[in-house]
């Protein structure tokens, strides 16, 4: 932060189905009145709308359920006891889905079995015959 900002907002980590955020918040200005502050998630659908509130200690937040390859706008606001309020928001989008990587790979490690199996198979015959 510098000497302007009272509050920045991170991402810590982005997953298929989660975010991890956490912020920082200019302790020379608000903390000896903060009461609370609180976590919004807005989606780009703006009907859909997700908010919590976070206790003053806590300076990290892990908001679930979401949807994969998805833009999210995470906004965080802190007020004091004087009803005088600060923002800071962050865009991040969620991951990808793994498991079509997942699938893939089964479908190759599959493959190379029925291969190597089929090697196997006619070796032994071989050293039959």
């Known amino acids: 932060l510098d000497g302007t900002q009272v509050l920045k907002i991170y991402v810590k980590q982005a997953e298929s189905h989660s975010i991890l955020v956490s ?21 780009d659908n703006p009907h859909i709308t997700y908010t919590a509130r976070v206790p003053v200690d806590v300076h990290e937040y892990n908001l679930t ?13 802190v007020s004091n006891i004087h009803q005088q309020t600060q923002k800071s ?39 039959v015959s």
């Open 23 to 43: 912020w920082k918040v200019n302790s020379n200005v608000m903390t000896s009145n903060l009461k609370w502050s609180s976590a919004t998630m807005k989606i």
């Open 89 to 127: 928001c962050v865009n991040v989008t969620t991951k990808n889905a793994a498991f079509a990587l997942d699938i893939t790979d089964q479908e190759t490690s599959t493959a190379l079995a029925a291969v190597m199996g089929s090697m196997f198979a006619v070796i032994s015959l071989a050293s």
């Open 65 to 77: 359920h979401l949807q994969p390859s998805t833009d999210y706008e995470v906004c965080l606001t």
